[in-house]
């Protein structure tokens, strides 16, 4: 009954918004709501230029970290942990010397299962909990300084280093340590794009910090030196290959043998607190994190699409769809037909039609950015080549960080939406050619907070015109 009411207001929606001489019904203007940017901040409407942004009054990001803590130390000791912050993003990464871990003391799932072997698994069986011992070092802990580092509770570097247990000496095992150096990170949400993609450039930029990368490396030269570890034990997810393109074949900590002496250990900086959705006030359009380009180029290079070219007047609208992404989804629903994926276009194949029917100098496609249908490398390369990217807010869009200047980004929200703003900050850090346009309430069809959605054709093809007029 609830996909029939939706396809009867579809219907509706068709024949009150379809501009005339689309099949469907005549035009019935639809005024869209628009945000007005706050002064000195970030743009949400209008196109992203240097212009339209006073100079810098403050120094902008640069790639170091502002602060230093001496987290862990003893005089004469051959262990230390020294963590650094970024004040304004409140950004913590943290590197210690002869680190050991003892991976029978780490209470956390195998990680990497088919989701279907493990279904119904509780996400917290996939986040690492320290016995006494999991975790140790010849140094003395510095409370205050693990106090600072904590300051945001809930991100995995606070348990891990609240973990870690000072020891007398060294352990034996230690005279022959890890051959390559350790970079630990406990990956959030891994199955959505925008989260896996902020832990993919968190790990690049600690190791940019910690002299082993930049954007003329390749994974191979990554690989030889550097062995990412997953502290989670979270099931296989279609972006686990994401990791292994860009810095060689990651472990889970289960798949430690034994107590592992590492002689340097990085430990990533949590997720929330990523410079790529942080803007410094006073920082004018694509001045707030240049090390953001030298991701995207190395990603690109590391993908082999470097030499990409962008497809004039290529119009992809993405797609969304349901899949299975962690243990944790309910399958009757994922089964359902009756029950859309949350933040669905129900016309978005109409939306192609219209580009086809209307705009004959573009091209209309749309592409279902869905990891278990489309991988990484494929979705990179859809953005790339786009002139134009239209989707609904949604992960997918943090795909702007890998596009070029010449390509134009379009984020449809509805006005509950309007205070998520992390994919115009990261344009905003890129100088990105982006515009998120507030179509009114009544876009939403169904039940209250259906979370699906009918774009009106007319205004979509107005938005695209002004930003690509007709030939």
């Given at each position: 009954?609830?996909?029939?009411?939706?396809?009867?207001?579809?219907?509706?929606?068709?024949?009150?918004?379809?501009?005339?001489g689309?099949?469907?019904?005549?035009?019935?203007?639809?005024?869209?709501?628009t945000?007005?940017p706050?002064?000195?901040y970030?743009l949400?409407?209008?196109?992203?230029?240097?212009?339209?942004?006073?100079?810098?009054?403050?120094?902008?990001y640069?790639?170091?970290w502002?602060?230093?803590?001496s987290?862990?130390?003893?005089?004469?000791?051959?262990?230390?942990?020294?963590?650094?912050?970024?004040?304004?993003?409140?950004?913590?990464?943290c590197?210690?010397?002869?680190?050991?871990?003892?991976?029978?003391?780490?209470?956390?799932?195998?990680?990497?299962?088919?989701?279907?072997?493990?279904?119904?698994?509780?996400?917290?069986?996939?986040?690492?909990?320290?016995?006494?011992?999991?975790l140790t070092v010849?140094?003395?802990?510095?409370?205050?300084?693990?106090?600072?580092v904590?300051?945001?509770?809930?991100?995995?570097l606070?348990?891990?280093?609240?973990?870690?247990?000072?020891?007398?000496?060294l352990?034996?095992?230690?005279?022959?340590?890890?051959a390559?150096?350790?970079?630990?990170?406990?990956r959030?949400?891994?199955?959505?794009?925008?989260?896996?993609?902020?832990?993919?450039f968190?790990?690049?930029?600690?190791?940019?910090?910690?002299d082993l990368?930049?954007?003329?490396s390749?994974?191979?030269?990554?690989?030889?030196?550097?062995?990412?570890?997953?502290?989670?034990g979270?099931?296989k997810?279609?972006?686990?290959?994401?990791?292994?393109?860009?810095?060689?074949?990651?472990?889970?900590?289960?798949?430690?043998?034994?107590?592992?002496?590492?002689?340097?250990?990085?430990?990533?900086?949590?997720?929330?607190?990523?410079?790529?959705?942080?803007?410094?006030?006073?920082?004018?359009?694509?001045?707030?994190?240049?090390?953001?380009?030298?991701?995207?180029?190395?990603?690109?290079?590391?993908?082999g699409?470097?030499?990409?070219p962008?497809?004039?007047g290529?119009?992809?609208?993405?797609?969304r769809?349901?899949?299975?992404?962690?243990?944790?989804?309910?399958?009757?629903e994922?089964?359902?037909?009756?029950?859309?994926?949350?933040?669905?276009?129900?016309?978005?194949?109409?939306?192609?039609?219209a580009?086809?029917t209307?705009?004959?100098?573009?091209?209309?496609?749309l592409?279902?950015?869905?990891?278990?249908?489309m991988?990484?490398?494929?979705?990179?390369?859809?953005?790339i080549?786009?002139?134009?990217?239209?989707?609904?807010?949604?992960?997918?869009?943090?795909h702007?960080?890998?596009?070029?200047?010449?390509?134009?980004?379009f984020?449809?929200?509805?006005?509950?939406?309007?205070?998520?703003?992390?994919?115009a900050?990261?344009?905003?850090?890129?100088?990105?050619?982006y515009?998120?346009?507030?179509?009114?309430?009544?876009?939403?069809?169904?039940?209250?907070?259906?979370?699906?959605?009918?774009?009106?054709?007319?205004?979509?093809l107005?938005?695209?015109?002004?930003?690509?007029?007709?030939?």
């Amino acid at each position: 009954q609830q996909q029939q009411q939706l396809q009867q207001q579809l219907q509706q929606r068709q024949q009150q918004s379809n501009p005339a001489g689309h099949p469907g019904g005549q035009s019935t203007p639809v005024r869209a709501v628009t945000t007005r940017p706050p002064p000195n901040y970030y743009l949400l409407s209008g196109r992203f230029n240097k212009a339209s942004n006073p100079p810098p009054s403050v120094k902008c990001y640069e790639y170091k970290w502002d602060k230093l803590l001496s987290t862990c130390k003893r005089d004469g000791s051959e262990s230390k942990i020294v963590c650094h912050r970024q004040v304004i993003t409140d950004s913590t990464m943290c590197e210690a010397t002869n680190f050991v871990i003892d991976p029978t003391k780490v209470l956390v799932s195998k990680g990497g299962e088919d989701i279907m072997s493990v279904l119904g698994r509780r996400e917290p069986l996939e986040l690492p909990r320290y016995n006494p011992g999991a975790l140790t070092v010849a140094c003395d802990m510095a409370t205050d300084a693990v106090a600072s580092v904590a300051m945001f509770k809930g991100n995995y570097l606070t348990s891990l280093l609240q973990s870690v247990k000072s020891t007398p000496s060294l352990p034996t095992v230690c005279q022959t340590p890890y051959a390559k150096v350790a970079v630990l990170i406990m990956r959030e949400e891994y199955a959505n794009l925008f989260h896996a993609l902020r832990d993919l450039f968190n790990t690049y930029h600690a190791l940019v910090m910690a002299d082993l990368a930049g954007p003329d490396s390749t994974p191979a030269e990554i690989a030889a030196k550097v062995q990412v570890i997953w502290l989670d034990g979270h099931a296989k997810g279609g972006l686990d290959e994401a990791w292994e393109q860009l810095f060689g074949p990651p472990i889970y900590v289960s798949q430690l043998t034994e107590t592992t002496c590492f002689s340097r250990v990085i430990m990533v900086h949590p997720g929330p607190r990523s410079i790529i959705h942080q803007v410094k006030p006073g920082c004018g359009v694509g001045q707030g994190a240049p090390i953001m380009g030298d991701f995207a180029t190395f990603a690109k290079r590391a993908l082999g699409l470097a030499d990409v070219p962008v497809v004039k007047g290529l119009v992809t609208i993405i797609g969304r769809a349901k899949y299975l992404a962690h243990p944790r989804m309910n399958m009757a629903e994922l089964k359902n037909d009756a029950i859309n994926v949350s933040r669905a276009m129900l016309n978005e194949k109409e939306l192609v039609a219209a580009i086809q029917t209307h705009r004959p100098d573009l091209r209309g496609r749309l592409v279902v950015m869905s990891p278990d249908s489309m991988n990484f490398a494929a979705q990179v390369r859809a953005v790339i080549e786009s002139e134009v990217v239209f989707a609904f807010h949604g992960a997918a869009m943090a795909h702007i960080i890998f596009a070029s200047r010449a390509t134009s980004f379009f984020e449809a929200s509805v006005p509950r939406y309007r205070g998520r703003n992390h994919f115009a900050l990261i344009a905003r850090n890129l100088n990105a050619d982006y515009m998120m346009h507030i179509f009114p309430r009544t876009a939403e069809v169904g039940p209250k907070n259906s979370n699906v959605f009918v774009i009106p054709v007319d205004e979509f093809l107005k938005v695209l015109a002004e930003h690509i007029p007709p030939a």
